[in-house]
């Protein structure tokens, strides 16, 4: 099973300057449940983002740099190439960037969207879900507090 998981806003805002537009702790737990003990497929830049790889998962980096290396990672030229390398039984997680999300949005099986109540400046764009292909399973609200400067919803998107 392919699954993207990501948060975006009203307006499918991901991130500006390579840098997420808000901070939101209830995400990140979510994300980190979510991903632990699983294959997560990623571009170049959004890896180049985190200060060090992501504990308990194990990193697939896509990029067109011929010599790129990452120590503990693997590394592939392609979206089909990281689907292909990571274990069919498995459901593993596209967790970015922008490109990497509209490359593998036909691929998918499933979306694990966090819905930021907001529409801020970005320069990455996650797709537009088309309801034609996608069907709502889930969706829990949270409204913003101390910790969360936006309201936001986790939303679970099958594929019909």
């Known amino acids: 099973m392919i699954t993207l998981i990501a948060a975006a806003g009203q307006n ?3 991130g500006k300057d390579n840098q997420l537009v808000w901070h939101l702790p ?5 994300f980190k449940q979510i991903t632990s003990g699983h294959y997560i497929i990623m571009g170049r830049k959004t890896f180049e983002s985190f200060p ?3 504990p308990n998962r194990t990193h697939i980096i896509i990029t067109r740099q ?11 030229n392609s979206i089909e190439k990281a689907i292909e390398i990571a274990p069919k039984e ?4 596209i967790i970015g960037g922008a490109q990497i999300y509209t490359q593998s949005i036909d691929l998918a099986d499933k979306i694990e969207l966090t819905r930021v109540h907001a529409n801020p400046e970005a320069d990455a764009f996650f797709p537009e879900i088309d309801l034609q292909n996608w069907k709502l399973t889930f969706e829990e609200k949270h409204f913003k507090d101390e910790k969360h400067n936006f ?7 099958t594929k019909k």
């Open 90 to 93: 498995e459901e593993i997680f």
């Open 26 to 30: 209830n995400d990140f737990k979510r």
């Open 52 to 54: 060090k790889p992501l």
């Open 151 to 157: 309201d936001f919803d986790f939303l679970t998107y």
């Open 12 to 14: 499918n805002a991901l």
């Open 66 to 76: 011929k010599n790129y290396t990452a120590e503990g990672c693997l590394v592939v």
